[in-house]
């Protein structure tokens, strides 16, 4: 499965610590309890990736800072071809299973369409315009596309990720980046809402 690229391309890195359930808002219709179920499935799933990573680095040698951008990029490819290999029916929905891509997409609609709404809009609108590619599980995530920071209210009712995981916005496409191997774990098509100029 793939998503159909945008002109726009934001990277959101969340911090390596779990978001309080607590502090994730509750949609119209569903409860705070409902939502801890669907969050706490979430967690599950990155931390059974976590799992299935840390296999795959087994016997890689770990690059320093001082390695060469050549030596790293090896390493990257190395890691991407253990995790293909170890998850090789990995597909879209395996961890933004239908009812967690419904309550993601309620929470980012619920920013954009909030008070900070016309900005968010505006820093999307603005954001550095790239060339369209094809994006698919299990695959490399393009290193020509751009990355820029995201106004932090767009995605700041989102679960955390555990280190080395990305939030990554591409047209209005959401995807889940590991950028240790920089390959893409999974993918939530149409996580923002369309605009009113898009209709």
């Not at 502090?23 to 669907?38: D, F, L």
């Not at 900005?119 to 751009?146: D, G, K, W």
């Amino acid at each position: 499965m793939t998503i159909g690229s945008g002109t726009i391309s934001i990277a959101f890195l969340l911090a390596s610590f779990y978001f309080p359930l607590t502090q994730v808002a509750s949609p119209t219709g569903k409860s705070v309890n409902q939502n801890s179920r669907i969050i706490q499935d979430f967690d599950r799933r990155l931390d059974s990736y976590a799992k299935l990573r840390k296999r795959a680095q087994a016997g890689l040698p770990n690059p320093k800072s001082e390695t060469s951008a050549a030596n790293v990029k090896q390493y990257q490819q190395s890691l991407a071809q253990n995790i293909r290999t170890a998850r090789p029916q990995a597909k879209a929905g395996d961890i933004f299973t239908p009812a967690i891509s419904q309550l993601f997409r309620e929470l980012i609609e619920t920013s954009i369409r909030g008070n900070s709404g016309n900005n968010i809009r505006a820093s999307l609108r603005h954001a550095e315009p790239v060339h369209e590619f094809p994006l698919e599980v299990n695959q490399e995530y393009p290193q020509t596309s751009a990355m820029q920071s995201t106004p932090p209210t767009l995605l700041s009712n989102l679960p955390k990720l555990p280190p080395d995981l990305e939030y990554r916005i591409v047209g209005r496409g959401l995807v889940l980046l590991d950028t240790k191997s920089n390959l893409i774990v999974d993918l939530l098509p149409d996580a923002l809402p369309i605009s009113q100029g898009e209709r």
